[in-house]
């Protein structure tokens, strides 16, 4: 625990101006930031006498070992490198909204040459349109369906049009009215684009006079006795309002705004959001945030825009914005907001009338949701206590292991051996903190030596960092158990290591458990690897999946939980996590190795330009057989690249011929698949079964 007064600026050293400033902690690690309209009169507020503080300020200052500041030239700068610091640092101290990307999205991509109505989650990308956010997906689909009638826009996926394209036969959608085709050509374009901009008008609130020339062109329909298509404009015209009645009208006005509401106690607040366009309720979201700041209602609403409108622009920060208190002060927000949108935003209280009577609804939804979280997270947290003081007393630990570590290895018969490393804190998933390896140290199965080099890899990372930290060498002490720091082989001694930027470490955090998921022996390749870097204070344990046995390094048997103990559960819902990240991460290797073709051992050839070619000459054999001038004319392809081409090309054998054992007719291959590449998995990839036994089992 430091003492502020050990580094607090000395007087006249801070500048009477606005800016931003960060508190770091003795191992330079970014533990809060701030902004200030005078930087003096903020930071003076910190290095009082510490019985005047709020307990949380009270215990940041004494974590903390020095401060640093920029000056910037406005308050609204101020407000924008507060919010990009704590995105990019996420300091400890700062309070935290929980991540909303998860709730789906009614996107339309029209940066797509054939726009795709769809549900998205996750990061907004450019070029696409978003409606919503809802609270579930099946209400977006219900939606859309409804729409579909009216607009009949493409839904399918790429692989799905690609393939109706080919063969000339659209899907089932077309055939109920529920796609105009544009894979078969039955609209041009230009057509389809029409009909999705259409789309986006109704979703944005300009229903009525699309409603009003449906009903003109029904009464004109009527009139010159085409019956059938006045039943049509009819029957669409009942699929429109029947949409519009899933969004309940709230304000008469057709207001365009979002109404935040907080609720909060003296540990916690919770959020709603309610997104009104054109007078209707068209998405609601919410999360729940530790206060780990001494923080005003107006503070937690300045953070909360942060996190709504940080990433937007245009027409996503919508022309007026309610609140329950204002920021204080309050200008340099709403220019903020402003720059945002690109026009006036205005930011206010609502007082009286439809919008404070919405406000009010807002108001008990954030409420009933702080208490539902209360009651959620009181059952969770005991038995996640439970769970972890069973832990400590089963294997005997000094406490509870807050931070749990577990490791798995994958193969397939001794072919792409991968492992995986799950983190839980506290008994929770830390996703971010998973960490993926591929196995270099020898060929084939091994998976005592697998686990040997994994558990020994990611601690000389950890000692690196401790390294840089100086937690435990200052230049001239050996590292633990004489071992010289590595990272994956490569000595850091006599390095210049750069310093410290503040920002969260990749291995920089020991667990205070590591469980591997196997028996004896995986445990004591383990062990055995954090004795060689002469780590003691790291506990190890193994979960055997045949009885669900815990093993200990040392121990002849094993120990044997309880079945219905929650400590149990705990590690196998740790083990089995690992498991499908690394089953996950050897699949996409395996099936990446399969796709992979002549074109992607060309050095320097990018997958854009590997289509170019493919696109451009049909198919790899055409491509094989080109000369390099014709290579050349691929736009992108300079003539070095396109000798690297020809090169390789002509090193690589051409695929064995296929031969009809019936006829004896050999089958032309033309190779015309475009050679695929694929992404690693992502970090919440989808759970997938393992293999039957006969064919090779997964482990």
Known sequence: MADPSSYRPKPGQIPDSPGVYKFRDEHRRVIYVGKAKSLRQRLASYFQDLANLHPRTRTMVTTAASVEWTVVSTEVEALQLEYSWIKEYDPRFNVKYRDDKSYPHLAVTMNEEFPRVQVMRGAKKKGVRYFGPYGHAWAIRDTVDLLLRVFPVRTCSAGVFKNASRTGRPCLLSYIGKCSAPCVGRVSPEEHRELAEEFCDFMAGRTGTYIRRQEQQMAEAAEEMEYERAARLR?????????????????????????????????????????????????????????????????????ALQQLYGEETGDSVPKEVLVPALPEPVE???????????????????????????????????????????????????TRSRALEEIAEALDLDSAPLRIECYDISHLQGDDVVASMVVFEDGLQRKGEYRRFQIKGFAGQDDVRSMHEVITRRFKRYLVEKEKTGEWTDGGEAAPGGAEPLTDGIPLSGSTLAEDDGRPKRFAYPPQLVVVDGGRPQVAAAQRALDELGIDDIAVCGLAKRLEEVWLPGEDDPVVLPRSSEGLYLLQRVRDE?????????????????????????????????????????????????????????????RKTAETIAVALAQAAPAAPAVNTATGEIMEDDEDAAPETTAGPAEEPVTAGAFDERRGQET
């Not at 209707?280 to 209602?297: F, H, P, Y």
């Open 235 to 303: 029957d669409d015209i009942e699929a429109l309002r029947k949409a519009m009645e899933k969004s309940a009208v709230v304000l008469a006005d057709a207001t365009d705004a979002d109404l935040i509401a907080l609720a909060e106690d003296e540990l916690e607040a919770a959020v709603q959001i309610f997104h009104v366009r054109g007078g209707r309720v068209r998405g609601q979201r919410g999360w729940v945030t530790d206060k780990v700041e001494a923080v005003t209602t107006g503070d937690l609403v300045e953070h």
């Open 332 to 382: 340099p927000v709403q220019e903020w907001l402003t720059a945002r949108r690109g026009s006036n935003v205005s930011l206010r209280i609502p007082q009286r009338g439809d919008k404070k009577a919405l406000m009010e609804t807002v108001q008990r939804n954030a409420l009933q949701a702080l208490a539902l979280h209360k009651t959620r997270r009181a059952s969770d947290l005991t």
């Open 578 to 638: 690992a498991h499908r990240f690394a089953i996950t991460y050897q699949r996409a290797k395996r099936a990446k190795r399969f796709r992979s073709g002549p074109l992607d051992d060309v050095p320097g050839l990018g997958e854009s330009r590997k289509q170019a070619l493919i696109k451009h000459f049909g198919s790899v054999k055409k491509l094989r057989s080109a000369t390099i001038d014709q290579i050349c004319e691929v736009p992108g392809v300079g």
